[in-house]
């Protein structure tokens, strides 16, 4: 995609993204890329592109805008989590993703609401370790399940993948609640003790 934009005639390319971040040598080499912002840096993507200081380019938090292409669809795809803490020898997620980072209640309800009024049946939770949603808030996986049932009219709410040490006695009795489906995806990277 960088060397199309390039032959379209931009003269100045910004790269970003997990690919950048672990490649960052390689995404600097490609055509008319003048900055590499790495995924943990990208908070100061517009400062630093364009050179400004931070009392120039001082904004206020932006309004959420509930994600596009959640209308009329049977399924909506909610993204609560992102970022992983484990250092796992087989996995790049740490250095790609940077640290995890969980997006506050009322932003995951916002979206949910929004998915649901327009006309999605079923909610998929997901993040990257989405076992580890509030852990920097001091808060479980299992609260937010709780919220969402509480404070929506979901029909059905679906969790993406989860690590069985993410889940704890008390988890299992939100299963009590027959909207919360009762499907787990539980990875399995290896069956191979020396490559784990």
Do not use: Y
């Not at 995924?39 to 009392?55: A, E, F, I, M, Y």
């Not at 506050?104 to 997901?126: C, F, Q, R, Y």
């Not at 609260?143 to 988890?171: G, M, Q, Y």
């Amino acid at each position: 995609k960088i060397r199309t934009i390039a032959r379209a005639g931009v003269d100045e390319i910004v790269a970003t993204g997990c690919w950048t971040t672990l490649q960052p040598k390689e995404a600097a080499a490609l055509p008319n890329v003048k900055h590499v912002v790495l995924n943990d840096k990208k908070d100061n993507l517009v400062p630093q592109t364009l050179n400004l200081t931070p009392s120039t380019f001082d904004l206020e938090p932006i309004d959420r805008v509930p994600i596009p292409g959640l209308h009329r669809r049977t399924r909506a795809f909610i993204k609560v989590q992102d970022g992983c803490d484990n250092k796992c020898t087989f996995c790049v997620t740490t250095i790609a993703r940077g640290e995890g980072r969980s997006r506050p209640l009322a932003d995951v309800i916002s979206d949910i609401n929004s998915a649901l009024a327009g006309d999605s049946k079923e909610i998929v939770l997901t993040g990257v370790h989405l076992g580890s949603w509030g852990q920097e808030m001091h808060v479980h996986l299992r609260d937010l399940v709780k919220s969402i049932l509480h404070d929506t009219d979901v029909k059905r709410l679906r969790l993406s993948s989860l690590e069985p040490w993410d889940l704890d006695a008390d988890f299992f009795s939100l299963w009590k609640d027959k909207r919360l489906m009762p499907h787990l995806h539980l990875p399995l990277q290896s069956g191979s003790d020396s490559t784990l």
